[in-house]
Each structure stands twice: as C-alpha cells, then as structure tokens.
C-alpha cells in the first residue's frame, strides 16, 4: 500500500502560496518519492514533470495528491521553517509576517493565530521606534515558533 503522502503535499502547496518554498523544493520532493518508493502514485510523477507549467502548474498538481490532509500539520512544518531561516538571519518582520500568514491559512486555533499577531504587530511598533525593544520582539518570536513548529518524534 502506498504511503499517504497529502499532508507533505500540503506543506509545500501552502509553502509555495506563501512564498517561503519555492516550487522547484516541491519538484524535488516528488523525485525523491519516485526514486524511493516502486510504484509511486500518478499524482506524485505529475507533480515531478510539472516544471514546465510553473509555479501555478506544481501547485495544481500538488492539489491533487490523494490522502488524509492535516493543514496544521503543514503549518507546523512551515513554521519549523521559518525558525531556521529567522536563525540564518531572515528579515524579522518578513519571517513574524509569513508566520502569521501560515497561521491563518492552514487554520490553526485562534488562539495561537492571535499570538502570532500580537507578535507582528510588536515588531512593526519596535521598527517605528514607538514600543518595545527589536531584540526582545526576536527572542519573543523565536520562541512562538520554537512552541508550534512541527518537533520530529525521537
């Protein structure tokens, strides 16, 4: 039986809308699934000969992958993602700003998505120089998404 592969199909679907994956990532997922598995799923060799149709093309195909989707799971992984780039030195507000976008769009509980924003918008007051400390909005954010990133079982 194969594997179910629509949740990761999901990570990079919305890694891409967002921009913080670009479609080549995903291109190159569905090749490693190709290479591993003996008779990967129609859905999967789509995605890998997607390349010419583009951006919009990768994400139509990703659209189609069969499976059990969980979009939190995918915003978890993306913002798993979004801690190591904002460790390497990302643009703040554009990492607290994507954070909050992944939030919305793979429908995490209000409850996190209103942390996330009180975040971004301490961030922009920091920027202008009106309230609170840049450093201590960075801290704050590497912690959020230290909390809800996707954390591998050991």
Known sequence: MPRDHATEADYYLY???LGILGFEKAIEWADSIIELEAEPEVEIIDIALAAPKGRNGVMDALKEVKGVRDPQMAGR????????????????????SKALNVTWVTQMPEE?????????????????????????CKIELKEMLELYQYHEAT
């Open 77 to 96: 992984m993306l913002l798993r993602d979004l801690k190591s780039l904002l460790q390497n030195g990302s643009n703040l507000k554009a990492i607290s």
């Open 15 to 17: 890694g891409i809308e």
């Open 112 to 136: 996190i998505r209103w942390k996330f924003d009180y975040i971004d918008d301490d961030i922009s007051l920091a920027e202008q120089g009106i309230y609170s400390d840049i450093e201590q």
